[in-house]
T-cell receptor, first 111, second 113 residues
Framework: GENVEQHPSTLSVQEGDSAVIKCTYSDSASNYFPWYKQELGKRPQLIIDIRSNVGEKKDQRIAVTLNKTAKHFSLHITETQPEDSAVYFCAASTGGFKTIFGAGTRLFVKA | EAGVAQSPRYKIIEKRQSVAFWCNPISGHATLYWYQQILGQGPKLLIQFQNNGVVDDSQLPKDRFSAERLKGVDSTLKIQPAKLEDSAVYLC???????????FGPGTRLTVT
């Protein structure tokens, strides 16, 4: 079946460094790619999303890039802060249908 | 605006018992989703409603799980009978339309013993 692979599963960075999380999807019809942040015991919250007609999108310290040919997309967080520590999930959907989430990346930002 | 509401927040049942979860989406949101999140994994879509119609239930274990969304607003998800592997957090989410941001509820943590 369709799936989304996410790497790494765990990422530890020093405060102020950058963090990169990568995802690969299998369904070539996927056209919407959101990223969610989930803090311990809390609900997932959207932090940024990108559609297939765009190659890159940026919002302050967060950016997402999409390579449709290779079917992968990445989340970039610059100038990381301790409050960025959380689990990050990528997802892929086709027109808002069949949303598939990756397994998650646990990000630790060390002060 | 009020967020997505879910109840109960926690539920402990024995295997083979039945359980039901309730979700009230954000007002005006046409699309409603139920996800199962097993500890340490990403959310897995169980069923998606557009208004009161089912648009995707391909990953719903239909022999034991059922869901409905009457009048295109509130929704209930039922498990009957429950198995040990159903222990998870059940998340409800809604979006204004698709594909737009999904707003998640606080979830119901189910423990099956």
């Amino acid at each position: 079946g369709e799936n989304v692979e996410q790497h790494p599963s765990t990422l530890s960075v020093q405060e102020g460094d950058s963090a990169v999380i990568k995802c690969t999807y299998s369904d070539s019809a996927s056209n919407y790619f959101p990223w969610y942040k989930q803090e311990l015991g809390k609900r997932p919250q959207l932090i940024i999303d990108i559609r297939s007609n765009v190659g890159e999108k940026k919002d302050q310290r967060i950016a997402v890039t999409l390579n449709k040919t290779a079917k992968h997309f990445s989340l970039h967080i610059t100038e990381t802060q301790p409050e960025d520590s959380a689990v990050y999930f990528c997802a892929a959907s086709t027109g808002g249908f069949k949303t598939i989430f990756g397994a998650g990346t646990r990000l630790f930002v060390k002060a | 605006e009020a967020g997505v509401a879910q109840s109960p927040r926690y539920k402990i049942i024995e295997k083979r018992q039945s359980v039901a979860f309730w979700c009230n989406p954000i007002s005006g949101h046409a699309t409603l989703y139920w996800y199962q999140q097993i500890l340490g994994q990403g959310p897995k879509l169980l069923i998606q409603f557009q208004n009161n119609g089912v648009v995707d239930d391909s990953q719903l274990p239909k022999d034991r799980f059922s869901a409905e969304r009457l009048k295109g607003v509130d929704s209930t998800l039922k498990i009957q009978p429950a198995k040990l592997e159903d222990s998870a957090v059940y998340l409800c989410a809604s979006s204004f339309d698709r594909p737009y941001e999904q707003y998640f509820g606080p979830g119901t943590r189910l423990t099956v013993t």
